[in-house]
């Protein structure tokens, strides 16, 4: 069965959306049980040791691959693991889980931007429509369906550090198309391992901070849960998914993370569901 699911790259993909979802809905839960950076250091410190155990030896064994990339490799371990999660949990402090998984969906179109200026991957007609469409939703949503919000730019901070979470997410899934070869997984110890590391710093900033205040039990359980799922389980099928039809393919089904962000808001945390969010989740 396992063996049938890691050949399976839309159910693989299917399942990476829902358990990114479920991020979502961890930033919501984290406020004031855990503080941002030390969710991320916490959460990458498990996932280093439980792959350290599973693939050390291989990683040792491509360790040439990566040192002959070692500068880029670090970099979107940095991007895609650390910045992006502490960013993302800064912006569960102060926007709801609906929106931070409908501007989710934007990673896509940053990501197709990414490629064109990387790459020079041309954009087809019809993707320029996706693109246009998904932007008009994520509009919607930070203006939170008001002409006039947009217009004073009266958007939400949290909603504008979701966008910025969504940019260096993005600039991780451009980069992987220049990721050293090697299995998936092996690559994934390598990340957790930087990620580790490049969250020390920020944590230690908070814990300097004279305001700071302990993870409870609660803030440790969270720390548990987005480990196995959102960090762990789900960059590995992400990366398989991305060994078997390619990233931009891979990069499609990020889509279906607002649908089981806002299914999973109002079912588990009671948010409000408004017509503006309807609209935003069928343009995206």
């Given at each position: 069965?396992?063996?049938?699911?890691y050949?399976?790259?839309w159910?693989l993909?299917?399942?990476?959306?829902?358990?990114?979802?479920s991020?979502?809905?961890?930033a919501?839960?984290?406020?004031d049980?855990?503080?941002?950076?030390?969710?991320?250091l916490?959460?990458?410190?498990?996932v280093a040791g439980v792959?350290?155990?599973?693939?050390g030896?291989?990683l040792?064994?491509?360790?040439?691959?990566?040192r002959?990339?070692?500068?880029l490799?670090?970099?979107m371990a940095f991007l895609?693991?650390?910045?992006f999660n502490?960013?993302?949990?800064?912006?569960?402090?102060?926007?709801t889980?609906i929106n931070?998984?409908?501007?989710?969906?934007?990673?896509?179109?940053?990501?197709?931007g990414?490629?064109?200026?990387?790459y020079g991957d041309?954009?087809?007609?019809?993707?320029?429509l996706?693109?246009?469409?998904?932007?008009?939703?994520?509009?919607?949503?930070?203006s939170?369906?008001?002409?006039?919000a947009?217009?004073?730019l009266?958007i939400n901070?949290?909603?504008l550090?979701?966008?910025v979470?969504?940019?260096?997410?993005?600039?991780?899934?451009?980069?992987?198309?220049a990721?050293p070869?090697m299995?998936?997984?092996v690559?994934?110890?390598?990340?957790?391992?930087?990620?580790a590391l490049?969250?020390?710093p920020?944590?230690a900033?908070e814990?300097?901070?004279?305001?700071h205040v302990?993870?409870?039990p609660?803030g440790?359980?969270l720390?548990?849960w987005?480990?196995?799922?959102?960090?762990?389980l789900a960059?590995l099928?992400?990366?398989?998914g991305?060994?078997?039809?390619?990233?931009?393919r891979?990069?499609v089904?990020?889509?279906l993370?607002?649908?089981?962000?806002?299914?999973f808001a109002?079912?588990?945390?009671g948010?409000r569901?408004?017509l503006?969010?309807g609209?935003?989740?069928?343009?995206?």
């Amino acid at each position: 069965m396992i063996a049938r699911l890691y050949a399976t790259p839309w159910l693989l993909l299917t399942c990476v959306a829902m358990m990114w979802a479920s991020n979502a809905i961890a930033a919501r839960l984290a406020v004031d049980q855990i503080t941002p950076a030390t969710l991320v250091l916490t959460r990458w410190i498990m996932v280093a040791g439980v792959m350290s155990l599973l693939h050390g030896r291989q990683l040792a064994r491509h360790w040439p691959a990566i040192r002959a990339k070692l500068g880029l490799t670090a970099l979107m371990a940095f991007l895609g693991f650390t910045a992006f999660n502490t960013v993302f949990y800064f912006a569960g402090e102060r926007t709801t889980a609906i929106n931070i998984g409908i501007l989710q969906g934007a990673m896509p179109v940053v990501g197709m931007g990414g490629a064109v200026l990387a790459y020079g991957d041309r954009v087809r007609p019809l993707q320029m429509l996706g693109v246009a469409l998904t932007l008009a939703g994520v509009v919607g949503v930070a203006s939170k369906g008001s002409v006039d919000a947009l217009l004073a730019l009266a958007i939400n901070d949290g909603d504008l550090l979701m966008l910025v979470a969504a940019l260096l997410y993005s600039a991780y899934t451009v980069a992987l198309r220049a990721r050293p070869e090697m299995p998936g997984a092996v690559l994934f110890t390598f990340f957790s391992l930087i990620a580790a590391l490049t969250a020390v710093p920020l944590a230690a900033l908070e814990w300097l901070s004279p305001d700071h205040v302990p993870p409870t039990p609660s803030g440790w359980l969270l720390s548990v849960w987005v480990a196995i799922f959102p960090s762990c389980l789900a960059q590995l099928f992400f990366l398989r998914g991305v060994d078997l039809i390619g990233p931009g393919r891979a990069g499609v089904y990020i889509n279906l993370v607002p649908i089981f962000a806002a299914l999973f808001a109002v079912a588990l945390l009671g948010e409000r569901f408004a017509l503006f969010h309807g609209a935003a989740l069928i343009l995206v």
